[in-house]
């Protein structure tokens, strides 16, 4: 448990060793997060499930007894599947990075790989740490650890706007958290005890004392979440982010406001939470509806997935405002889900940035599908995941929100709820709408109408941290050669979603699985790997002018291509993928580890 | 009448004074070869200056309260006390004296500032500062308080050849010398109204007023009642004792540059070298919050009612303008200066609810006074129900100090360290940038990576963010003083107010690692004078990441 939380911080320190002062340490951050990932996995493993509402492997060691604050660590049903969740989320990120800099391998040191593995390891140990405290005030200062390192990480890697949105995204949160330490004092200074576990076994505040407690903390979680009057930091934040700060801040970060929902303010603060949860549940309703809308609206495809996020947030707070059972596993439920899903979203957005050097879905074009079929596929697939359809993980965290909302706690206005319920429901048409516009508009349609822009300048697209953006206009392509070319990847296309539905079984085989499918792709692409590395050796810093000129001189038979999934990308892809068909298809899975603890948390008197 | 002297009890500001008189005979006497005796007249500084150290440490160690010229025939009335109290705030100054100390051999080793004159005045500094927290009578409190401001204001000029220099001694000077006159006047004032000097007398003669209406309080219900449609109550009644400590509490804010007493800080803090503005921010602050707390937490802690609002007040406004200040500096001192005016106001903000909680027991004396869970002080437990006035007097005397107060000194010891690590790393920065504008810290990062990692661990801990846990910890000590002391609103500006600060603190930071601009190479390599000041750093950081890790080196020795 302690060794969980220490590996990735001892990684970060290992990494200030002078010895790695000159050299590039490829691998590193890979073999420190699968470390922790192994780690999860054996308390995955070591887990009773018979009692999932008990704590497990609990640590207690009394840390600084002036302030009462103990290094108290545990685990329970609640936190077990987000621990792993990030223990994947990052190790996936690390596969992601380890793989480009292999492929990439020029000037690394320019961008320095070693103080961004550093910084991933200090997040990972902050996002750990939050949800495996059970000490409030130990709580508090895991949530505020990840904040300097996202901020390090959307102002150094991030695109041209970082430095405005990584001060407006640690502004933001640190006003929440703030307030969220008020809160937090308040309860102590009325009780008298930061265990959170006591706390929740016993109410001893009054109700009004509850009720501003509750608003504190709310406030303070409810930035980060973000709810929907608090959320405006989130979008620039994920447009500027590089890939994999944009996946970690949607798979995780934001779900360590929800689960300080569920694990402090819901269960220390009964009586607050049913006091404000009308509240709640409208501004999740509202949250909804408008991050439907304002998808509508977007152009950009990662601020699009950020107000999605949106969207979904206000499910799962909705869930949490119905203070039912139900609601409250549809909360945690459709919280792992849509880690899974929008991370899955933001690397392909990210890796879609790449290739074409926007983001922006009228300079994309169309016709994904037929120039890139496994980024095309796979975002299709995403997408359609996360606007809940049935058989996939998205679906049962909405329709359980919506079901909990249909029956509300004894103490709450029905009819209220049930306008919430309809409101909810047509917001999940909304999604529904716009990722299929989206989808329209990007995947289908013909190929190269719109010629792709010039790569925008972001320090992703600086040589080195990222593939050089191997953008060739696709109306200067022969029509034939690009079509022989969808039938040779046309065959490995059917095959994917085979593989991925029908063997749920242990991880590490299907990534064997994948990576050889990938190689296999990768070879039937011979020719244009050859002018990938032509392109990168061409100075690739505009690769839109040089290299589209010399490869037409060149070689005319193979027209600039863009890469399809390389199989670093497929490595990090396909678990999620995997995850999401199978919590999906069998949701009890992960209802089975919350409920007990959810019936617990909200069966004490 | 012959007085007995504990020279054990004073052999702190003993040893420093010596070593000041040594200097300066040093100086005059050593062979006039400019380096060496550079070098031997700041080690005898240092060695002082450790010994001194050495003995308070001693002494907190023995843990026995010394005291010493006491009045004859009465016991509990002395002038010199080392407590508990005066310890942490000695040590402090030392270990923050060592460390300007440090900087200054530094800052010598230009050759153009005379060396002997610079120590003697740094010494006698250190002297007052030592002084000042043992003094427990007006008079030595106010002298204690002059002998550390009158050298600064010397060591502020002492660079002849500056400007600027010349300015900021003037402006310092004519500040200082206004708000001692303001504190002399107050201090009369009092002396007037009781009698007294001293400050446990000067507590009861403030005293009686109430202790007749609350020692029998069965019987006096009416009498109470009657003080209460008055107004009477909560303070003396008495208009001059109110202004009078009005007027020193004014006269503390000069000192440690609360508003609306700031207005020096950023010019002097800028023109002044850099380790005596590492001097002013630390040990000149401590000696004044020191002066502060003794006064108003001993001797004036029935008037509490008149200086609790006064007190929140001025902290809300000192937090909030210094951070407003600090946002548009483009220096790197001068950022430094207001915001350490900022943190200024956060170390205020618990006295504030040390006061309130004096004032809710008083309030308890009425028979119509609410228990309500906030006015339950935190040392008097579960006594939840009517305390005598003359208890609660009981309870604080037998305390020596509140919890709040607790959480002025945890911070200011937290806030020593940290902001003696920024300095330090300006200090070595400095040498090279002669401008010391924050757009100099440019690259850093990759310049000497060391230095910036300092400056920036010292940095996120003044901000109060994790991996800078000091500051973080520090923040959650006064935090949680304000929010059981119920003061919500000062703890909601005090939440803003870490938001603000933690705007410009970043955005340093980040300019430690974004790259320098290419071709510029105003670099004036002068590397003389780096040891002591890497040395500085070492130490600075040494403490800080130890206060991160084990605040219960701080938090254990206040509790």
């Keep these: ?605 | 009448m012959i007085q007995s002297i504990d020279y054990w009890a004073i052999a702190a500001p003993l040893i420093l004074a010596l070593t000041s008189g040594l200097v300066l005979v040093l100086d005059v006497f050593l062979p006039n070869r400019a380096g060496a005796s550079r070098t031997v007249l700041g080690l005898v500084s240092l060695v002082g200056v450790l010994a001194a150290l050495g003995v308070v440490v001693a002494q907190a160690v023995r843990g026995d309260e010394l005291r010493t010229f006491c009045v004859p025939g009465d016991a509990a009335s002395c002038s010199f006390v080392m407590d508990s109290f005066t310890e942490i705030f000695a040590g402090l100054t030392l270990v923050a004296g060592a460390v300007v100390v440090l900087l200054s051999m530094a800052e010598l080793a230009g050759g153009r500032i005379p060396v002997g004159e610079w120590y003697f005045l740094l010494l006698a500094t250190l002297t007052g500062a030592v002084l000042l927290p043992a003094a427990r009578d007006l008079v030595m409190l106010v002298v204690a308080l002059e002998l550390v401001s009158l050298p600064v204001f010397a060591l502020t000029a002492l660079r002849r050849y500056d400007g600027r220099a010349s300015e900021a001694s003037l402006k310092l000077f004519v500040v200082s010398v206004v708000s001692t006159a303001v504190m002399l006047f107050g201090v009369s004032l009092l002396y007037g109204m009781t009698g007294a000097v001293h400050l446990d007398r000067l507590a009861a003669a403030l005293r009686p007023t109430y202790s007749s209406s609350s020692t029998s309080y069965g019987g006096s219900a009416m009498l109470v009642q009657q003080a209460e449609s008055t107004g009477a109550v909560l303070h003396n009644g008495s208009a001059v004792v109110t202004v009078g400590v009005v007027l020193v509490v004014a006269g503390f804010a000069f000192k440690v540059a609360a508003v609306p007493f700031h207005f020096w800080a950023g010019d002097v803090y800028e023109g002044a070298p850099v380790p005596v503005a590492a001097l002013l921010s630390v040990i000149s602050k401590a000696a004044g919050f020191a002066g502060l707390i003794l006064v108003l937490s001993r001797a004036l802690f029935s008037e509490a009612a008149t200086w609790t609002p006064l007190v929140a007040i001025i902290a809300a406004l000192t937090m909030t303008v210094g951070n407003v200040l600090a946002l548009r500096q483009r220096h790197a001192v001068r950022m430094l200066a207001w915001s350490s005016v900022a943190q200024s106001g956060y170390i205020l903000a618990p006295l504030a609810v040390h006061m309130d909680v004096v004032a809710l027991m008083n309030a308890m004396i009425g028979p119509a006074a609410v228990s309500s869970p906030e006015a339950a002080p935190a040392e008097t437990g579960s006594a939840a129900s009517v305390i005598s006035k003359s208890q609660a007097i009981e309870l604080s005397g037998d305390f020596g100090m509140p919890w709040a107060v607790n959480a002025s000194i945890a911070y200011l010891v937290f806030y020593a360290a940290m902001n003696l690590l920024a300095f330090a790393v300006v200090m070595l920065i400095s040498r090279r940038h002669a401008r010391n504008q924050l757009d100099d810290y440019r690259g850093l990062a990759y310049r000497s990576p060391r230095a910036a990692i300092s400056l920036a661990f010292a940095l996120i801990c003044l901000a109060g963010l994790p991996p800078g846990l000091a500051g973080l910890f520090a923040k959650v000590v006064v935090f949680r003083e304000i929010v059981a002391g119920g003061l919500g609103w000062l703890a909601i500006v005090m939440a803003v107010n870490t938001v603000i600060g933690l705007y410009y603190y970043l955005a340093w930071t980040a300019r430690l690692f974004t790259p320098a601009p290419a071709g510029e190479s105003r670099t004036v390599t002068e590397e003389r004078g780096r040891t002591p000041v890497i040395i500085a750093i070492g130490a600075a950081l040494l403490l800080t990441v130890a206060f991160s890790v084990v605040p219960q080196l701080v938090l254990g020795t206040l509790a």
Excluded at chain 1, 267 to 274: F, N, R, T, V, W
Aim: aromatic share 8%.
């Design chain 1, 1 to 605: 448990m302690v060794v969980l939380v220490a590996l990735p911080l001892v990684g970060a320190a290992g990494l200030m060793a002078p010895a790695f002062a000159g050299r590039v340490p490829r691998g590193y951050g890979l073999a420190v997060s699968g470390a922790t990932l192994a780690v999860a996995v054996v308390l995955l493993a070591g887990f009773d499930y018979s009692a999932p509402e008990r704590m497990q492997f609990e640590t207690d060691v009394p840390w600084i007894p002036g302030l009462d604050l103990r290094f108290h660590l545990g685990l329970d049903g609640i936190s077990l599947p987000l621990i792993v969740l990030t223990a994947l989320l990052s190790f996936l990120c690390f596969g992601y990075l380890a793989g480009r800099s292999s492929q990439g391998g020029i000037r690394l040191e320019a961008l320095r790989p070693r103080a961004l593995v550093f910084t991933l390891l200090v997040l990972e140990f902050g996002m750990i740490g939050t949800f495996v405290a059970l000490d409030l005030l130990l709580f508090f200062v895991f949530f505020e650890v990840v904040l300097i390192p996202m901020y390090f990480v959307i102002a150094i890697w991030g695109g041209t706007q970082r430095r405005a949105a990584a001060i407006k995204f640690i502004l933001y949160t640190l006003l929440g958290s703030a307030v969220l330490l008020l809160g937090l004092l308040l309860i102590w200074s009325q009780t008298g005890t930061l265990d959170m576990v006591a706390l929740a076994q016993s109410h001893p505040m009054s109700r009004a004392t509850q009720i501003i407690a509750f608003i504190a903390i709310g406030l303070g979680l409810a930035v980060k979440t973000p709810m929907w009057p608090l959320h405006t930091w989130l979008p620039d934040a994920h447009t500027e982010a590089p890939t994999v700060g944009s996946v970690l801040l949607a798979g995780v970060l934001l779900k360590m406001g929800t689960y300080g929902f569920a694990r402090i303010a819901i269960p220390i603060l009964p009586e607050g939470a049913a006091t404000i949860a009308p509240w709640l549940g409208a501004f999740a309703v509202v949250g909804i509806v408008y991050g439907a809308l304002a998808c509508l609206a977007q152009q950009d495809l990662k601020r699009m997935i950020a107000y999605s996020s949106v969207g979904h947030m206000g499910f799962i707070l909705l869930g949490f405002a119905t203070l039912t059972p139900v609601g409250i596993n549809a909360a945690l439920f459709g919280n792992v889900a849509h880690g899974l899903i929008t991370g899955l979203l933001f690397f392909i957005a990210g890796a879609i940035k790449e290739r074409y050097g926007t983001a922006d879905m009228t300079r994309l074009g169309g016709g994904m599908l037929g120039r890139l079929p496994y980024v095309g596929s796979l975002l299709t697939f995403a997408c359609i995941a996360s606007l809940g359809l049935p058989g996939l993980a998205g679906f049962w965290g909405e329709m359980l929100a919506l079901q909990g909302a249909f029956q509300p706690a004894a103490i709450l206005s029905r009819p209220l709820f049930l306008v919430f319920m309809t409101i909810g429901g047509l917001g999940a048409v909304l999604t529904a709408a716009y990722f299929l516009l989206m989808l329209s508009r990007i995947t289908h349609g013909h190929p190269g109408t719109t010629p792709p822009g010039p790569p925008v300048e972001t320090a992703e697209g600086i040589p080195g941290l990222t593939e050089p953006v191997a953008a060739g206009t696709a109306t200067a392509e022969d029509p034939l050669l690009l079509s022989t070319a969808n039938v040779v990847r046309g065959e490995a296309t059917g095959e994917e979603p085979f593989v991925d539905a029908l063997v749920p079984s242990p991880m590490d085989d299907t990534l064997g699985q994948s990576a050889a499918l990938a190689r296999r792709n990768a070879a039937g692409d011979e020719s244009s790997d050859l002018i990938r590395e032509s392109d990168s050796a061409a100075g690739p810093k505009h690769p839109a002018t040089t290299p589209q000129t010399a490869a037409g001189l060149e070689d005319p038979a193979t027209a600039p291509q863009l890469t399809d999934v390389m199989p670093s990308e497929l490595a990090a892809w396909v678990p999620l993928v995997v995850l999401t068909v199978l919590f999906g298809l069998w949701p009890s899975a992960l209802l089975g580890l919350t409920d007990p603890v959810v019936q617990s948390l909200l069966g004490a008197p």
